[in-house]
């Protein structure tokens, strides 16, 4: 129930192009979904993140788009860039007990834009 | 800037022989993990610390021991590396309960 499955496991966009990502999740008390992004050799750093009060959150070309009802989120890159190339991972949270929340990590997209 | 920082970003040890990472910050967060990442794979999380309060995830091997002296440090302890234990090793931070992590640019161990 920890689960989050994490489409398609990698992705060839051409700059310009949409690069869909898709998550789904078990667990309903799941009730934070960050995403982060990856370059080869460095850490994980968070993209953008939605709760689940709100359908959709968009910061410049990165948008969130979550349905409650059917436990599915996803990341849209819109205007793809070379740059954006990279390893995208899904994650949920739930409230735990005060020691801190726990991620539980998708199995990561590696996102190729070509130029 | 504040930011977590892990030293060193390589590290080679041998086969058995002891290795310690570390990670320090500079967020003043409450919480401290550890995560280690395979080559294409999630980060999995090793364990966390809530000030001092240790938390230990249950399938985390024996092999790997963590200490948090202070706020701002935290430590990685791997007392007989196997060669399956070569990976990044992510430390990240959050500030209290269900807010954002925040991670280090990693330590690549490679064990021969």
């Known amino acids: 129930q920890q689960q989050v499955k994490q489409s398609p496991q990698s992705l060839i966009v051409q700059k310009g192009g949409i690069s869909i990502i898709n998550c789904a999740y078990e667990?309903?008390?799941?009730?934070?979904f960050p995403w982060y992004q990856q370059f080869p050799g460095k850490g994980p750093a968070l993209l953008i993140a939605?709760?689940?009060?709100?359908s959709e959150k968009k910061e410049g070309r990165f948008t969130i788009s979550f349905n409650k009802s059917a436990k599915q989120f996803s990341l849209h890159i819109m205007d793809s860039q070379p740059g954006d190339s990279a390893t995208y991972f899904c994650a949920a949270s739930s409230r735990i007990k005060a020691a801190g929340n726990k991620l539980t990590f998708g199995g990561g997209t590696r996102v190729l834009v070509k130029p | 800037d504040a930011m977590v920082i892990q030293n060193p970003r390589y590290q080679v040890t041998q086969f058995g022989k002891p290795v310690t990472l570390s990670c320090s910050q500079t967020?003043?967060?409450?919480?401290m993990y550890w995560y280690q990442q395979k080559s294409s794979q999630a980060p999995k999380l090793l364990f966390h610390?809530?000030?001092?309060?240790?938390?230990n995830e249950a399938d985390t091997p024996d092999n790997f021991q963590s200490r948090r002296p202070n706020t701002s440090f935290c430590f990685l302890d791997i007392r007989s590396p196997g060669l399956g234990d070569a990976a990044m090793y992510l430390c990240a931070t959050s500030r209290v309960t269900r807010d954002t992590q925040y991670f280090g640019p990693g330590t690549r161990l490679t064990v021969l």
């Open positions: 967020l003043n967060h409450n919480v």
């Open positions: 667990n309903t008390a799941f009730d934070y």
């Open positions: 939605i709760r689940p009060d709100v």
């Open positions: 610390y809530y000030d001092k309060d240790f938390n």
